[in-house]
């Protein structure tokens, strides 16, 4: 009987954090997907940053999506969500050509910004990058 109840205490010692870690930790986090385009054709690769617009009341942790092929998802496994709200955009655009300093490339335009606001679900959110475009702050 006593080893029986030193067991029982002994799983309940080693179960219960795992348990107790299972759910879900921090505030709910949603995804944003879309297409980032630039002079109408796909970006190659780079990065989406989204960043709480904290002058308009943004909180929260920061999302990131690399861009594949002009398409990102904060879903991705090197991705991160948002809890939505007003966000500046920062995109890093790249021609995916590796070169020595840069495995995905050159940039294709200056780092560009636009300020938007994400809905608190999940979403799709497209860019598009132009030459004559200047970026919304």
């Not at 010692?13 to 107790?20: C, G, K, W």
């Not at 690399?66 to 398409?71: D, E, L, W």
Request: aromatic share 8%; proline share 9%.
């Amino acid at each position: 009987m006593k080893n029986a109840g030193r067991s029982f205490c002994c799983w309940l010692l080693i179960a219960a954090p795992i348990m107790l870690g299972c759910g879900e930790s921090g505030p709910k986090l949603y995804e944003v997907a879309g297409t980032v385009t630039f002079k109408g054709q796909p970006v190659p690769a780079g990065t989406v940053m989204f960043t709480p617009n904290q002058s308009k009341g943004g909180k929260g942790p920061s999302g990131l999506a690399s861009i594949k092929q002009g398409r990102y998802d904060t879903s991705s496994s090197d991705g991160s969500g948002v809890l939505g709200g007003p966000y500046i955009v920062q995109i890093i655009g790249l021609d995916g050509k590796p070169a020595e300093m840069s495995p995905e490339g050159i940039p294709l335009f200056p780092d560009y910004t636009e300020a938007i606001d994400l809905p608190q679900q999940n979403s799709t959110k497209d860019f598009e990058v132009s030459a004559l475009k200047k970026p919304n702050r």
